[in-house]
Structures are given as structure tokens and as C-alpha cells.
């Protein structure tokens, strides 16, 4: 469940002074806290990108204070723990400490350095999907999996995840599709790789895991019906640093086709969209006229939900994704992707924007960026 702003968290945001802590909270295979730590942390980052399966990533050292931060089994780093880190702020006039959590992840690569100046440790923390991925788990074992045309797409990953990935915390919406064909995977295949095929039987659709741990999959959002969650400029204090807007031209296509595979009976399904939006900078009727994207030809899609929904993917990613910004700003630890803002962009109009990358840094004298594109109304 996304995390719910309050007026305080707006309140200490604003402070022209700013008394930052991190916490880590330790957790077992079940997610259980064993332990926690705070103000052993000097420098790390955690990066939150909404176009990739692997959302969230950290790096982080801490300062080493006791043995039983030794990287083996009983100590505080090992295969068996996660790590919850979290980011707080103290409130100047009550003294409590508001915590932001930022996401559970797998220890990975952890390096201790040891010598008369220095006693860290580094760590890199992967998102849980490498539990899925077979960077720390996921493999299935020796058997052929099979998923059976017509099968219910959305309780073919729930099976998946659970029966094969032990996932127990989840939340998948219906997509109210089946399988059109059937999908055979051997042994060696991960669940990762089974769940994201079946993901991308419609490319419209996303899976990840949320700040707390549980497993999503629904809809990728367009925001456009979507509240804004953070506004800039309704701030009494200015938190943005710079603003800049960059454009890939090579990339944009505004016009796009799509055929699917060559069925039994000569008919194949096809699906062209154009980006005709007249608020769209990239709309064939403007001034840059009609660009093609290299036609698609798709053999896994055979049905016409799957060549549109592809269609309208492409689309998006090469003429939408590509009216964005980037932000600098002072750290805003409660901001997740996918989540609408309203700002006023370079050309000074308040417009509205989904976050797409965010990169907040865990010492307190450095910049958070984001990565931001323009909302605009569905393609159809």
C-alpha cells in the first residue's frame, strides 16, 4: 500500500535546518526484526526505477562497532537477513524522530574493510525479486513446468510466486485474460523468467515488489486520474535546486505498427496508433510530422488484446517517455515512483508529472534526483 503523506511530513520537509537519521532494521528469512541500528551509517544511496522489474536497489557503509558485524552465519551479515532501511527526521519541536521507510533488500557483495583508520563495512542490497531472478533464489527445479492455454493469467503468476517463488506477501489485480497459448518451461528456467513471460503476454502490466515487501502485480499507471501526491508549488520553501528537461530525439517515433503471428487460417492480427494528442510535442499533426518506429512483428501475440495492448506500449515508450524532466532537490524520502507531482517545468508552467527514477542519497549533504514524464491522457 502506497504510503500516506501528512501534514507533518509536508511541515519537516520545509525546515530550513534538517536533522537527518538512518535507520537499519535487520530481518530474518521471515521478516522478522532481530536488530536494528542507527547513526552507524556515513555515506549510500538508494535508487527506485518504476521501468524495471528489479525496482529497488542500495549501496551503503556503516561504521563497524562490534564483532558481530563478522560476515558469517550467527553474525549481523549473512545469506539468512534482509535489511530495512529507513530515514528519519526529527520533528524541532516535539524531538520524535518520523521514520520513512525505504524498502526491504538482499544483502549482496558485502565487503569489510579493516585497518588503522578504518573499520567499514559496504554493502549492496538487491531488490527482493532476486529472490525470483536466481541471483539468490528462484530456480526451478528438475522438472518441466507448464502452463496450459487458457489458463488465468493473473492465477498462473499467484501459483507461480507461491508454490515455486514461497512468496507469501502479494497483491495481484485481475487482467481478466487468459493464456492464448501455452508456455512450456524446463528445468534451469527461474520463476522469474516464468512470471515476466506471462507479464508480457500484455506489456501494459508491471510486476515488482512495494516498500513493504509485498509482491504487486497491476496496471502500469498513466496518473492521469491519479492524485497528485506532492505538490512544489504549493511550498512556502523552495526545495528544488535545478530543473532541466532533455530530449532524445533519435528515439521518438510517433507512429507505430504492430503485426502478431500468422495464424492457421492466413489471418494475422495487426494494430497501428499514432500519437495524436494536440498537447503532445510529438504529435503527427505538429511540426515534426509523422516518424515511424521500425514495424514490430510479434509471433507470441495472436490474439487482437495482445497486438493492441502492444501497440499502445510502444507507443507510449517512444513518443510519451520521452516529454520528461529532471529534478534536483532536497531529499524527499516519503516519494516513491509512479507517483504524480505537480511542478512548474523549465518553461515556467505548473504542470503535472509522474516520477519514474528517483536516486536519495543516505548522508545529508547531498541532492536527490528524480526522473519525471509528462501526464497526459491515454492513448486509445
Excluded at 521501468?51 to 563478522?70: E, H, Y
Excluded at 501459483?159 to 512468496?167: E, N, P, R, S
Excluded at 515511424?292 to 507507443?315: G, V
Aim: hydrophobic share 35%; proline share 3%; aromatic share 10%.
Amino acid at each position: 500500500m502506497a504510503y500516506l503523506i501528512t501534514a507533518e511530513d509536508y511541515n519537516l520537509i520545509q525546515l530550513k535546518s534538517h536533522k537527518r537519521y538512518v535507520r537499519i532494521d535487520l530481518l530474518n528469512s521471515k521478516y522478522q526484526v532481530v536488530d536494528s541500528l542507527e547513526s552507524d551509517i556515513f555515506d549510500g544511496s538508494i535508487t527506485i526505477d518504476a521501468t524495471s522489474d528489479l525496482r529497488r536497489s542500495c549501496t551503503l557503509s556503516v561504521v563497524i562497532k562490534d564483532k558481530n558485524f563478522d560476515i558469517d552465519e550467527g553474525g549481523r551479515i549473512w545469506l539468512d537477513k534482509r535489511i530495512q532501511i529507513y530515514i528519519g527526521e526529527e520533528n524541532p519541536r516535539t524531538k520524535d524522530i518520523v521514520w520513512w521507510n525505504m524498502g526491504i533488500f538482499i544483502i549482496n557483495n558485502p565487503e569489510r574493510v579493516y585497518n588503522s583508520q578504518t573499520n567499514t563495512l559496504t554493502i549492496n542490497g538487491l531488490d527482493l525479486m532476486s529472490l525470483l531472478t536466481g541471483d539468490r533464489n528462484g530456480y526451478i527445479p528438475d522438472m518441466t513446468v507448464v502452463v496450459p492455454i487458457n489458463s488465468n493469467i493473473t492465477q498462473a503468476i499467484q501459483d507461480t510466486i507461491v508454490q515455486m517463488g514461497k512468496i507469501g506477501k502479494y497483491a495481484l489485480d485481475n487482467i481478466g485474460q487468459v493464456t492464448p497459448y501455452e508456455l512450456k518451461f524446463e528445468s534451469g528456467t527461474t520463476v522469474y523468467e516464468i512470471i515476466s513471460q506471462l507479464r508480457d503476454l500484455y506489456y501494459t502490466w508491471q510486476i515488482y515488489f512495494d516498500i513493504d515487501g509485498t509482491f504487486r502485480f497491476n496496471r502500469i499507471p498513466n496518473g492521469l486520474d491519479d492524485s497528485v501526491v506532492f505538490d512544489f508549488t504549493q511550498l512556502t520553501t523552495g526545495l528544488i535546486t535545478s530543473i532541466s528537461s532533455t530530449t532524445d530525439f533519435s528515439n521518438i517515433k510517433n507512429s507505430v505498427k504492430v503485426y502478431g503471428r500468422v495464424l492457421e487460417d492466413g489471418s494475422q492480427v495487426e494494430s497501428e496508433l499514432q500519437d495524436k494528442d494536440p498537447n503532445s510535442p510529438f504529435r503527427i499533426e505538429g511540426t515534426i510530422g509523422e516518424i515511424w518506429l521500425p514495424l514490430i512483428q510479434d509471433d507470441n501475440i495472436i490474439n487482437q488484446e495482445q497486438c493492441d495492448d502492444r501497440c499502445k506500449y510502444e507507443l507510449i515508450l517512444h513518443s510519451r517517455f520521452n516529454d520528461s524532466i529532471n529534478i534536483q532537490c532536497i531529499p524527499i524520502p516519503f516519494l516513491d515512483v509512479n507517483q504524480k507531482i505537480r511542478v512548474e517545468n523549465p518553461d515556467g508552467k505548473i504542470e503535472d508529472y509522474l516520477i519514474q527514477t528517483i536516486n536519495i542519497p543516505l548522508s545529508v549533504d547531498q541532492q536527490m534526483s528524480m526522473e519525471c514524464i509528462k501526464v497526459y491522457a491515454e492513448i486509445k
